[in-house]
């Protein structure tokens, strides 16, 4: 049986993040150093030692997800709709591009 990888806690210097690399993916757990970031990283490497599968970019399962949701996509599009036209807007007309929205 392969012994799994453990990641290492690293420092991403340009955005001041701590990462960590799992399945060859960056994970960015937070700020450098911050007890969040300690908290994050030590959940990947206990899920990994445990033998679990890790996808550290799903939070939540899509059933918990979706029954905490209370935006739906229809809602989404009526509010940027709803945007645009006060956006899209010049010399006092409606410019091409909400047309181009609508369609």
């Known amino acids: 049986m392969k012994t799994p990888k453990i990641p290492t806690y690293g420092h991403h210097k340009p ?23 300690r908290v994050k990283f030590g959940e990947i490497v206990a899920k990994i030692v445990s033998g679990q599968s890790v996808d550290p970019f799903v939070t939540k399962s899509p059933a918990t997800s979706q029954a905490e949701s209370s935006l739906t996509v229809n809602e989404l599009v009526l509010a940027y ?12 007309q409606a ?9």
């Open 95 to 103: 410019t091409s591009e909400i047309h181009c929205l609508k369609s």
């Open 15 to 37: 955005t001041g993040q701590a990462r960590c690399y799992v399945n060859g993916k960056t994970v960015y757990l937070g700020p450098y150093g911050s007890d969040e970031s």
């Open 81 to 92: 709709m709803r945007h645009a036209e006060k956006h899209y807007v010049k010399n006092g």
